[in-house]
């Protein structure tokens, strides 16, 4: 059993960044691809970000390309994602998740955690 729980949310004007974090408990996180996800209010979860297991592999949503960057730290049981030029639209609650394998789609990811809030301001 993994447990998974993020951090690093808030409120930013728009432009602004942030960086969250995803820790985890058990010693196998580095068997496990990783994703961020997100759900707007009234909107359905969607994909952010991927990243392999060994972090050599990584991919992103078309909306947040080029502006947020996946990583993650196997020695420290820890995926990030760096969010930067942040806009009103980027507002919602964002997820981590980890699989045991490549996946955009949220209901194939077996472990997440209880989100953390990202709210920007026009």
């Known amino acids: 059993q993994v447990q998974l729980v993020e951090s690093g949310g808030g409120l930013v004007q728009a432009g602004g960044s942030l960086r969250l974090s995803c820790a985890a408990s058990?010693?196998?996180?580095?068997?496990?691809?990783m994703a961020w996800f997100r759900q707007a209010p009234g909107k359905e979860r969607e994909f952010v970000a991927f990243?392999?297991?060994?972090?050599?592999?990584?991919t992103y949503a078309g909306s947040v390309k080029g502006r947020f960057t996946i990583s993650r730290d196997n020695a420290k049981n820890t995926g990030f994602l760096q969010m930067n030029s942040l806009k009103p639209e980027d507002t919602a609650v964002y997820y981590c998740a980890l699989n045991e394998r490549y996946s955009l789609q949220a209901t194939f990811y077996r472990y997440w955690g209880q989100g953390t809030q990202v709210t920007v301001s026009s």
């Open positions: 990243i392999a297991g060994s972090g050599g592999f990584t």
């Open positions: 058990g010693r196998t996180f580095s068997r496990y691809a």
